[in-house]
């Protein structure tokens, strides 16, 4: 088990005060990332005494930041949901993702994109952008509603949503933007099975002439899907790119985003 030291941060004539509340911070990220653990547990991950690890607990729970579960262990109190809540509706996805853009673009100068996904509508739109130092670019439009069957970075985000809603999604869908194809629920279907196997999406030219889509997924802390990271690639540039590298560095990026969202992937069964 993973443990965090702990130092007493307060200086001589100050207390303990603020070694007190570097404490409590720890032990409400453990409640969160570890939900169901014991207070000795907890003190093993914090590399506290057990009876200094009751004692917060104590507090936290007479303030409902957590919660006594069945069998002695402790979890999220009622107060951090309602907390999570408020900020949940509010989560500045813009803002997490950017730093992501811009090392992506950096990296394989090319266009990258932060796509969220608009559930009650089941549209998408591109919320941010990234761009290369590179004269050959793409001008996104951001914040205009557009399906989800067409593009790289919406089937990223349609792969991972029910199967009514997927179905409603293509039946609401009118032709490709580029080629003017007709959706095909086979295809699609077929297409969004590899996406859910192989943790990422490729289109060619669904939405822009002569050029590569590339789309991952991100979810938030109850697994549901987000939105996702992507580039827009030329096709001459993607058919000489390391497209394996291209693949693995943007599903890393959609794991990290994830992580900061709280999302966690299930341990496999054993």
Known sequence: MKQTKIEDEATPGEGKEPGTVKR????LQCLVDHPGESAQALAQRLNLPRSTVHRLLATLRENDYAGHETGGTFGPGLELYRMAARLGGD?????????????????????????????????????????????????????????????????????????????????????SPVQGL????????????DIRRDGHAVTYSHRTPNTVGVGAPFFNAEGQVVGSLGFLIPT????????????????????????????????PNT
């Not at 409590?24 to 032990?27: G, P, S, V």
Request: with cysteine; glycine share 4%.
């Open 182 to 193: 007709t959706p095909d629920a086979r295809e699609i279907n077929a297409a969004l099975a």
């Open 24 to 27: 409590i911070l720890l032990l």
């Open 91 to 175: 989560m500045p996805y813009r803002r997490l993702a950017e730093p992501c853009l811009q090392a992506l673009s950096e990296e394989f100068h090319e266009t990258s994109l932060l796509t969220l996904l608009e559930r009650r509508h089941l549209k998408m739109f591109h919320a941010a952008s990234g761009s290369p130092d590179d004269p050959m670019r793409y001008n996104i439009s951001l914040n205009v509603l557009e399906p989800l069957v067409w593009g790289a970075t919406a089937r990223a985000i349609l792969a991972h949503l029910s199967p009514a809603e997927i179905q409603a999604a293509i039946d609401a869908s009118g032709p």
């Open 236 to 267: 001459f540039r993607w058919e000489q790119s390391d497209i394996e590298r291209v693949l693995a560095a943007l599903r890393e990026a959609a794991g990290a985003l994830s992580a900061q969202l709280g999302y966690r992937v299930a341990a």
